[in-house]
């Protein structure tokens, strides 16, 4: 749970090795009223960063559940320094909500473990519509923000462990 101890849209400023890293964004288009403002929030961070879209693209994918595969697409044919995937999945009456959430969270670590390139969960799991507008721009940041810092963190120690 965020909280105003740990809430890293207030992300602390470090100096980051960053070599014109190639990043991919995608989004699902499922619950975009929430997904395209965690798009705005990444864009913005990788921009503030002096990142252009030369370093990064933006691609929709239909939901979640197939983030992980696009990202596995781009990584085979692209190879990016990372790949942010942005989502958001709001609790219903069924069951359905936690095959997704667990497949999506599941594959995406998989992936990153697996390939050695940094694959970012940005995905909400909430209860309710409420908690995913605060957690995209709300009392709670944009962990689409978080999700871009984490990928640039990432793609710096990558950057790092490989100068030794």
């Not at 602390?12 to 395209?36: M, R």
């Not at 409420?130 to 984490?150: F, M, P, S, V, Y």
């Not at 963190?153 to 990558?158: Q, V």
């Amino acid at each position: 749970m965020a909280s105003t101890l740990k809430n890293l849209s207030d992300y602390k400023k470090t100096t980051l090795k960053l070599n014109n890293p190639k990043i991919v964004i995608l989004v699902s288009e499922w619950n975009d009223q929430i997904t395209d403002v965690l798009a705005q929030g990444a864009i913005q961070l990788l921009e503030e960063h002096q990142l252009t879209t030369k370093n990064y693209q933006v691609h929709y994918v239909p939901g979640t559940f197939e983030l992980s595969t696009a990202a596995s697409l781009f990584i085979k044919k692209q190879n990016p320094d990372a790949v942010i995937c942005l989502g958001c999945v709001i609790q219903g009456e069924t069951r359905h909500f936690d095959f997704i959430c667990n497949a999506s969270a599941n594959a995406i670590a998989q992936l990153g473990t697996k390939t050695a390139t940094p694959v970012i969960f940005g995905v909400l799991t909430t209860d309710n519509l409420e908690q995913a507008l605060d957690r995209a721009g709300g009392k709670h940041g944009n962990k689409g923000t978080e999700a871009a810092i984490t990928a640039l963190k990432m793609i710096s120690l990558a950057n790092i462990l490989n100068r030794t």
